[in-house]
């Protein structure tokens, strides 16, 4: 079920060109990682790792974003580069590859393992199709999330704090997007990445 929740969300991140469709996918992808990351039956300090792991990624990321689209009347239009029917195709390219990765010796009896791959690929698939730079930030969040997810499925003895650190590193990044976003807000308000090339002095 959850397994589910987080493919039709994953797929809707690259389907879905609206910004406010995006943010409710990211929102919904990562409260099902999470849920499946949760560690059960683990120590109190786990726990607290773990609820502050929640908490960046589902408060802070999407509300840096959600605060510059709305500061700055940023459109929200994500700017895919191909057409609905393209970013179909690749989203079920992407499941298949995910499956082919299940058939492999090194994963054979890891469950949950397609989900990861998938998470994986499509938030690579989210920073390729798409020009916007909003796209490219809520990339960079789910990808964030799906490293989380590989974490708990593949080393679930991982330490609480690698997974904040790595966390932190997709939060800075998306802050970094933001910073880079907000200064070529003047220049192009449609923040399509093609800009940056005419930026190169």
């Known amino acids: 079920m959850v397994g589910g929740v987080i493919l039709f969300a994953a797929a809707m991140l690259v389907i879905d060109p609206r910004f406010r469709s995006a943010i409710v996918a990211y929102e919904i992808f990562t409260a099902a990682t999470l ?74 009896g890891i469950a949950s393992t397609g989900i990861v791959f998938y998470a994986l690929f499509t938030s690579m698939l989210i920073v390729i199709v798409f020009r916007n730079l909003l796209a490219h930030a809520i990339g960079l969040l789910v990808l964030g999330s799906a490293i989380t997810l590989a974490g708990a499925v593949f080393a679930p003895s991982l330490p609480g704090a690698i997974e904040i650190a790595d966390t932190f590193d997709a939060v800075v990044a998306t802050i970094v997007a933001l910073t880079i976003a907000r200064a070529i807000l003047a220049y192009d308000p449609h923040l399509d990445i093609r800009s940056l090339r005419e930026l190169r002095g």
């Not at 300090?45 to 689209?69: D, E, N, Q, R, W």
């Not at 191909?82 to 690749?90: A, C, D, E, K, Y």
């Open 35 to 108: 849920w499946l990351a949760f560690p059960a039956g683990a120590p109190a300090t786990a726990v607290v790792f773990f609820a502050g792991l929640a908490a960046v990624k589902l408060i802070a990321g999407p509300s840096a974003l959600i605060f510059l689209v709305r500061r700055y009347h940023v459109p929200e239009d994500l700017a895919p580069s191909p057409n609905i029917v393209v970013r179909l195709v690749v989203v079920a390219i992407a499941l298949v590859a995910a499956h082919e990765v299940t058939e492999m010796t090194a994963f054979a």
